[in-house]
């Protein structure tokens, strides 16, 4: 009884086995045939091929033509509200990356130093620009207390603009290696901070400054001339005559106007990405007027732009206020009084702004007296 139990185990077992080596052989054929037969619903030409895709996942092409498609920039459809993420490697990045890593740092530093150094050659050579005359011990008022708020309030928002934004460029490199990442990181995430809110007032002194001065820095004959004379400054005793602003402050007053209302501009598409064409609408603009440039700007391109064009004005603006500072601070004697307290010395506005002292005078002059009759003389300062 118990050999018989025995055996039949036996045999149910080898049934057993022998079924399942039938199945998974009628399994494996299946698969092959499969695989040598187009899908019902896949045409034949897109059946396994070569190098194609089982099921036409992708198509005909193999998927070096697909991966050389997304390199190119091919973009795709998705599910998601952000189109953007159509677009799987944006290729112009590496362009945007090797320009900003590359020329604009490498051309950014040398601009910067070059102009420290041209200031200290000159200072070496020149020396300051003294008062030829001396002073007179007499001041006249040359700015009132909106102009200088309006020259404070741009100035000190400037250096700040000015000081954290080097430090997104260059910070990496020189100040992490001093101060370590943490303090870095600290450094940086307060002039990020500082950098975005105090572009605001920047922009309300570009303003201001633009309201207030604007009337007195029209371009003039006056201004050809101090031009081809350099100012007088490469004379010791050569002054050319000028009116309240010089050919060169005027230079200067376009200068932060026109750059300083272009960082704003590039600055705000930054801090509110993908929102403005300034670059397309430019570019439309160009177009217009037979001039080749690149008319299919994608909004990626137009914040890459933004941000190189940012950097190349704002490291020029940068060089250019270090020769005004320098000029208004240990270049020339006399000139910080004109927007620290306002007035200047007699002598010092007669050599540089003879035209301007000889306006103030003549209405001085013409000025009823109190209690006296219109057009009766005053004694100028």
Same mark, same amino acid.
Not at 7 to 31: S, W, Y
Not at 120 to 125: D, E
Not at 333 to 361: C, I, P, T
């Given at each position: 009884?118990?050999?018989?139990?025995?055996?039949?185990?036996? @045999?149910?077992?080898?049934?057993?086995?022998?079924?399942?080596?039938?199945?998974?052989?009628?399994? &494996?054929?299946?698969?092959?045939?499969?695989?040598?037969?187009?899908?019902?619903?896949?045409?034949?030409?897109?059946?396994?091929?070569?190098?194609?895709? #089982?099921?036409?996942?992708?198509? #005909?092409?193999?998927?070096?033509?697909?991966?050389?498609?997304?390199?190119?920039?091919?973009?795709?459809?998705?599910?998601?509200?952000?189109?953007?993420?159509?677009?799987?490697?944006?290729?112009? !990045?590496?362009?945007?990356?090797?320009?900003?890593?590359?020329?604009?740092?490498?051309?950014?530093?040398?601009?910067?130093?070059?102009?420290?150094?041209?200031?200290?050659?000159?200072?070496?050579?020149?020396? +300051?620009?003294?008062?030829? *005359?001396?002073?007179?011990?007499?001041?006249?008022?040359?700015?009132?207390?909106?102009?200088?708020?309006? &020259?404070?309030?741009?100035?000190?928002?400037?250096?700040?603009?000015?000081?954290?934004?080097?430090?997104?460029?260059?910070?990496?490199?020189?100040?992490?290696?001093?101060?370590?990442?943490?303090?870095?990181?600290?450094?940086?995430?307060?002039?990020?901070?500082?950098?975005?809110?105090?572009?605001?007032?920047?922009?309300?002194?570009?303003?201001?400054?633009?309201?207030?001065?604007?009337?007195?820095?029209?371009?003039?004959? &006056?201004?050809?001339?101090?031009?081809?004379?350099?100012?007088?400054?490469? *004379?010791?005793?050569?002054?050319?005559?000028? +009116?309240?602003?010089?050919?060169?402050?005027?230079?200067?007053?376009?200068?932060?106007?026109?750059? !300083?209302?272009?960082?704003? =501009? *590039? !600055?705000?598409?930054?801090?509110?990405?993908?929102?403005?064409?300034?670059?397309?609408?430019?570019?439309?603009?160009?177009?217009?007027?037979?001039?080749?440039?690149?008319?299919?700007?994608?909004?990626?391109?137009?914040?890459?732009? *933004?941000? @190189?064009?940012?950097?190349?004005?704002?490291?020029?603006?940068?060089?250019?206020? =270090?020769? &005004?500072?320098?000029?208004?601070?240990?270049?020339?004697?006399?000139?910080?009084?004109?927007?620290?307290?306002?007035?200047?010395?007699?002598?010092?506005?007669?050599?540089?702004?003879?035209?301007?002292?000889?306006?103030?005078?003549?209405?001085?002059?013409?000025? #009823? #007296?109190?209690?006296?009759?219109?057009?009766?003389?005053?004694?100028?300062?």
């Amino acid at each position: 009884m118990i050999e018989r139990t025995l055996l039949l185990r036996r @045999l149910v077992t080898m049934v057993g086995f022998a079924l399942m080596v039938a199945l998974a052989t009628l399994f &494996h054929q299946a698969d092959e045939a499969a695989a040598q037969q187009p899908a019902a619903d896949v045409p034949a030409e897109l059946a396994l091929e070569g190098g194609r895709v #089982p099921g036409a996942a992708i198509g #005909p092409q193999a998927s070096s033509d697909m991966w050389r498609a997304i390199r190119d920039g091919s973009v795709g459809r998705v599910q998601g509200l952000n189109p953007q993420a159509g677009l799987m490697i944006q290729s112009e !990045g590496d362009n945007w990356r090797a320009i900003r890593n590359g020329p604009l740092k490498n051309y950014g530093v040398w601009i910067l130093l070059g102009m420290i150094g041209l200031l200290a050659v000159f200072f070496l050579l020149r020396g +300051r620009i003294r008062i030829a *005359s001396g002073w007179s011990g007499i001041m006249i008022e040359r700015f009132n207390g909106l102009d200088r708020f309006a &020259h404070w309030l741009t100035a000190t928002t400037f250096v700040v603009l000015a000081i954290t934004g080097l430090n997104v460029m260059f910070g990496r490199y020189l100040l992490l290696p001093l101060v370590g990442p943490e303090a870095f990181g600290t450094i940086t995430l307060a002039g990020k901070y500082a950098h975005n809110y105090l572009a605001l007032p920047f922009a309300l002194g570009l303003l201001l400054m633009l309201v207030l001065w604007i009337g007195h820095n029209i371009p003039n004959r &006056h201004d050809v001339i101090w031009l081809l004379k350099g100012g007088g400054i490469f *004379s010791r005793n050569a002054h050319v005559p000028a +009116r309240k602003f010089n050919a060169g402050q005027k230079v200067l007053f376009w200068l932060v106007i026109l750059g !300083g209302f272009s960082l704003v =501009l *590039s !600055g705000i598409a930054l801090m509110f990405p993908f929102q403005m064409d300034l670059w397309a609408s430019t570019f439309g603009f160009l177009g217009n007027l037979g001039l080749d440039v690149p008319l299919a700007v994608t909004p990626m391109m137009e914040m890459q732009l *933004s941000t @190189l064009w940012h950097g190349v004005v704002a490291l020029v603006m940068i060089a250019v206020i =270090l020769g &005004h500072i320098y000029i208004g601070t240990i270049g020339m004697e006399g000139a910080f009084s004109a927007m620290g307290s306002g007035k200047v010395d007699l002598n010092w506005a007669r050599e540089h702004h003879g035209l301007w002292v000889d306006e103030q005078e003549g209405r001085r002059s013409t000025r #009823p #007296p109190e209690g006296g009759a219109e057009g009766a003389a005053a004694p100028a300062e």
